[in-house]
């Protein structure tokens, strides 16, 4: 399992989250672990990740975010 950044940054665009640290306020999570995300260097989810997308997007449903490998 893997994130799916482009997901991701789609959802952020719809949300109007412009930036690394917007997106770390809304999901509880640091800048540098979002920038990491955002960049892919970062490709499995951590539970704190998987928790604070649940948290930030409630009307998405959490394999959205998610890409099966």
């Known amino acids: 399992m893997k994130i799916d ?31 990491r995300i955002l960049k892919g260097e970062r490709q499995k989810p951590s539970p704190e990740f998987l928790e604070g997308i649940k948290r930030g997007f409630p009307n998405y449903p959490l394999d959205h975010f998610l890409l099966c490998s």
């Open 5 to 35: 950044v482009e997901a991701l940054k789609m959802v952020m665009e719809k949300e109007k989250i412009r930036n690394s640290s917007q997106l770390a306020k809304r999901l509880g999570l640091s800048r540098s672990t979002t920038c």
